[in-house]
């Protein structure tokens, strides 16, 4: 049967006679019989990927590129006039993740899976998610982001676990979603509670948060700015690490395995410090199955690798001893006993799991006991070794290692940029898509002008298509030809937003004294702010203000153009990334653990504006330094600066006319009459009196490099040239070369 015999089968009319809904129905039952033809083979052992994110994105288009069916269903669907981007539209986002961490595990299970590695992922099933981002006078307000109604990705099981806190215990339901890869299926394992209410949640995502049993798994990231929020955080990780570690057990015992060799059946890979508690639970439950502790500890340090994904110590999670032993008592004397032990070793404060002010350190826990703790980016690994996790590093130099980021390149090419996709194809074949390193091979066609002439072609049709999208859904009209300079990432003081919007309101006033750019300007702005993080919103208020301002001002608006897209999700960042022409990476040096935007638009052919920051370093070695604009302190120049603290903000603000004249302008007549003096002072305040990830000192770096980048975009074919050598040299950071990585170093499944 072909394919389009299937499809008008599953649709029960022919093709042309469809609706997009119908059709949309047809191809998730097409799915599903591709799907079932797939024979899974179980192999002796088995990875258990374990992350209170997934930020999955839509399914179906990424089901049809693994099943290896999505080239021709586009087309069979082009030849009636139907088009496959407008159907996959209508599917529901999963609310899983927010940011890199979220979309890095789901790009790691697409990869697992499309690698033939046996590995599933373990999370928790929320309700909202993070929240949904709505603009409002100029201001981000949340409301709940109820996605579950309607979903056609998950599958609910009869499987359930008791996990015991001390003050009840709650039962938990699994349900699964189905990572496709080429040849296997894995799961993706989310659990519930079925007591759980989403109609305790208001408009504004207030709620009880001490009524557990109904709130749980209603959030991701739960508020923590009061008892309250901090205490529903652990019952939810707990919850997670629980049903993870009653999970794994099941299905070794059900594979053939003992307990006593569980280590040689299950391998768990923590991302990041919030699913932590898998480590004691482990414990816990293999001693109440009768195993001794000290057998237990040696059997879970064999299992659990920890990956680190942050170098701000304000991250590194750390509990109050208190509320753990409230919270899930066992646990707790399973801690203290982990923490007894390493300190009978070690003298040094600093390694030691309870601190003196009672804190439980959950990063030290995991790199006690675990047998890997990996970094995800050259540069941060480094960082780990030498100096914030030096200590460690000194007594298990062995367990440390580097596994840089990687992205689905099916998904970040094929699925969101179809006609870079099919260009490639055309000018070196369709085996890239089994090996994306195999991309170097474009550099060839570095100086032929026709190549050249195309890849402009098809980022101008990409930057049209985003237009039309955001017209539709914001109703903003905006300039294809202009300049896309787009930072999309989460909204975090370090990713620093400010210095971006520092630099528009300088153009802005430039261009009110007469000084124009070559070219216009679109400033592509998309981010959440978490909730109690007021600076954060400070900045998306700024931003908006800023926004709202030039829309206003024509003599402005036909040269400069700030948009901040509402409700920044993965359907966007599809869309955005393929008609970026400046990619945004301006952390300040020695923060951004890795980043994974940096290699998106990197692979759809933007040029990077960055420090030399996460993975910026390995995009820099690749390229050269003539296809990146490198600007800013080194990680060394700034971690010696934290050292001496010596950085006086005002200083800058004083003895630098730009950067006052910018800072002032936050407080100017005409952004207060659309803002809220409140919070545009407080801003102001906060940069002139604090600035601690050092806007002021790069920003004139950050002013000249960005305004060299426009200058030389206007040269077409030297910019495109630029352009070809990074899609060129984005092969590395395939997500398929980093599992492949992970399971040679760490995992070891056949």
């Known amino acids: 049967m072909t394919l389009s015999q299937r499809l008008e089968k599953n649709c029960n009319k022919l093709i042309y006679d469809c609706t997009d809904e119908e059709l949309f129905c047809g191809i998730l039952k097409t799915i599903d019989e591709l799907k079932n033809e797939i024979k899974t083979k179980d192999e002796k052992k088995k990875l258990y990927y374990i992350s209170a994110e997934f930020l999955i994105g839509k399914l179906m288009e990424s089901n049809l590129i693994n099943l290896g069916v999505y080239h021709d269903m586009r087309q069979i669907l082009s030849e009636y006039g139907k088009d496959l981007s407008k159907i996959t539209e209508l599917e529901i986002e999963p609310s899983l993740g927010n940011g890199g961490l979220g979309r890095l595990a789901s790009c790691f299970l697409d990869s697992i899976a499309y690698t033939g590695i046996d590995g599933d992922g373990v999370g928790l099933l929320y309700h909202c998610g993070l929240f949904k981002q709505v603009f409002k006078e100029n201001k981000q307000f949340e409301t709940p982001n109820l996605w579950l109604g309607d979903n056609t990705v998950l599958n609910k099981t009869d499987i359930s676990y008791t996990v015991p806190f001390g003050d009840m215990t709650l039962k938990s339901r699994l349900y699964t979603i189905d990572i496709i890869g080429k040849d296997r299926i894995n799961k993706l394992n989310l659990f519930d509670i079925e007591t759980v209410d989403e109609k305790i949640v208001t408009d504004d995502i207030r709620y009880d948060k001490a009524d557990i049993r109904r709130n749980l798994t209603l959030f991701l990231y739960p508020d923590d700015s009061d008892e309250a929020g901090r205490r529903l955080r652990l019952y939810q990780e707990y919850f997670m690490a629980s049903n993870g570690a009653q999970l794994i057990i099941d299905e070794t015992l059900r594979r053939g395995g003992r307990l006593e060799d569980l280590a040689d059946y299950a391998v768990v890979q923590i991302n990041d410090t919030h699913p932590s508690l898998i480590i004691p639970e482990l414990i816990r439950l293999l001693c109440e199955r009768g195993m001794d502790m000290d057998t237990s500890i040696k059997i879970v340090e064999k299992m659990c690798a920890y990956t680190n994904h942050t170098i701000l110590a304000e991250a590194l999670e750390k509990w109050e001893a208190k509320t753990i032993q409230d919270i899930i008592p066992e646990i707790y004397e399973i801690i203290k006993e982990l923490d007894a032990r390493k300190k009978s070793e070690c003298a040094d404060k600093s390694l030691h799991i309870i601190d003196d002010n009672s804190l439980v350190h959950m990063a030290r826990m995991d790199i006690h006991y675990s047998f890997s703790v990996n970094g995800v980016a050259a540069l941060h690994t480094e960082i780990l070794k030498k100096s914030e996790l030096n200590d460690f590093y000194k007594i298990y130099p062995e367990k440390f290692n580097n596994k840089t980021n990687g992205i689905s390149m099916r998904r970040w090419l094929t699925g969101a940029n179809p006609r870079l996709d099919g260009f490639i194809e055309e000018l070196i074949g369709r085996d890239f898509r089994n090996d994306y390193e195999k991309l170097k091979s474009l550099e060839r066609y570095k100086d032929d002008n026709r190549v050249l002439s195309k890849l402009l072609e098809i980022k101008a049709e990409n930057k049209a298509d985003l237009c039309d999208y955001i017209k539709e859904k914001q109703g903003i009209d905006l300039d294809p030809n202009s300049v896309f300079d787009v930072q999309i990432k989460r909204l975090h003081e370090y990713k620093r937003q400010q210095m971006n919007v520092l630099y528009l309101i300088t153009k802005y006033l430039d261009i009110k004294r007469g000084i124009l750019p070559k070219r216009p300007i679109t400033a592509i702005f998309g981010a959440k702010a978490a ?43 599809e869309k955005i990334i393929p008609a970026s022409d400046i990619s945004e990476q301006i952390s300040l040096a020695s923060k951004e653990a890795s980043g994974t935007g940096n290699m998106k638009m990197m692979l759809n052919g933007a040029l990077t504006l960055g420090t030399m920051d996460g993975a910026n370093i390995e995009i820099s070695s690749l390229v050269g330094e003539d296809n990146i604009y490198i600007f800013g302190k080194s990680s060394d120049e700034v971690i010696e600066c934290y050292k001496k603290n010596n950085y006086k903000p005002y200083d800058y603000y004083e003895k630098d006319a730009r950067i006052k004249e910018a800072v002032d302008f936050i407080t100017d007549k005409d952004i207060l009459a659309l803002g809220d003096k409140e919070s545009l002072t407080r801003l102001k305040n906060e940069l002139i009196k604090k600035d601690y990830f050092m806007t002021f000192p790069d920003f004139e770096d950050y002013y000249s490099t960005k305004d060299k980048m426009l200058s030389d975009y206007e040269n077409r074919m030297g910019w495109a040239k630029q352009s070809l050598v990074n899609i060129a040299n984005s092969g590395y950071f395939s997500s398929d070369r980093t599992i492949r990585e992970y399971n040679s170093d760490i995992w070891r499944i056949v």
């Open 531 to 573: 909730p109690a993080y007021t600076i954060a919103k400070d900045i998306i208020h700024l931003i908006l203000c800023i926004e709202e301002l030039i829309e206003k001002d024509k003599a402005v608006s036909e040269h400069l153009r700030v948009v901040m897209v509402e409700n920044y999700n993965v359907t966007w960042a």
